[in-house]
């Protein structure tokens, strides 16, 4: 159902062909995970959920595919911690853009980002440069679901707290990240407004949470629980 919804989306302008392929690579890592969501998958979703609740400018960043795959969740996790929503891609085009941003309203979303760049990301030469000042630009903590490594290591460099959803924990992008989810996007998606909801008010517990957070552990767990799965699976079928 997902392939031929994302298929659709490249007939509708809104998914590049690209995206396709960028799809598949990250649904060969959730098969790897048992298409489940893993201990430290969950550790990372919670800190997520913590860093944007004490934000002062939370930002959602969406590209075709995550619109494509989980508009209505981006929306729901959005409204529950604050956050605006900012399309930024990198193949971009004033009517793809329109595409992109017109679905987010239709799901529901208000006040998307992106039409109008003022702004631009330091060090990168693509499209994906254009932002605006409001959303992305001065933005403390952002996420981005389903990213590319130029990306995340420009912001980064500007000193923004950037939570990643990457499925591949060996990435640039989940090298890069603050916090690096490596969860389905929709899975990671109800999680973390899950845990939202749970520590929306609890100021000190946030603190904790922030404070204690250690992404290369995280990230080690993960490849560590993918080599489980495996041999757990090549055991079985001896």
């Known amino acids: 159902m997902t392939r031929e919804k994302l298929a659709d989306m490249v007939a509708r302008g809104i998914v590049s062909p690209t995206g396709l392929i960028s799809h598949g690579r990250g649904e060969a890592f959730d098969y790897l995970m048992g298409e489940r969501s893993t201990v430290p998958a969950l550790k ?7 860093f ?20 209505k969740e981006l929306i729901a996790l959005a409204e529950e911690v604050g956050a605006k929503i900012e399309v930024n891609i990198f193949h971009r085009t004033e009517e793809r853009m329109d595409l ?10 208000e006040m998307v980002l992106g039409r109008g760049p003022d702004a631009r990301i330091p060090g990168l030469t693509s499209d994906r440069a254009l932002c605006t000042r409001e959303g992305i630009f001065d933005s403390d903590v952002i996420l981005v679901p389903i990213e590319d490594g130029d990306r995340a290591e420009a912001l980064a460099a500007m000193g923004k707290t950037v939570i990643s959803i990457d499925l591949n924990p060996l990435s640039r992008t989940s090298k890069t990240a603050t916090v690096s989810i490596s969860d ?48 757990e699976e090549f055991e079985e079928g001896e």
Not at 211 to 220: G, L, M, S, T
């Open 44 to 50: 990372a979703e919670k800190a997520a959920a913590a």
């Open 100 to 109: 992109i941003i017109g679905y987010m309203e239709s799901e529901g979303a």
């Open 184 to 231: 389905e996007m929709n899975r990671a998606l109800e999680n973390m407004r899950g845990f939202a909801a749970e520590l929306k008010g609890q100021k000190s517990q946030i603190a904790e949470i922030k404070r204690d957070y250690d992404n290369r552990a995280v990230r080690r767990e993960t490849v560590l629980s993918i080599c489980g799965a495996l041999m």
């Open 52 to 71: 944007l609740l004490s934000a002062s400018n939370p930002i959602v960043c969406v590209n075709g595919n995550a619109a494509a795959l989980g508009a």
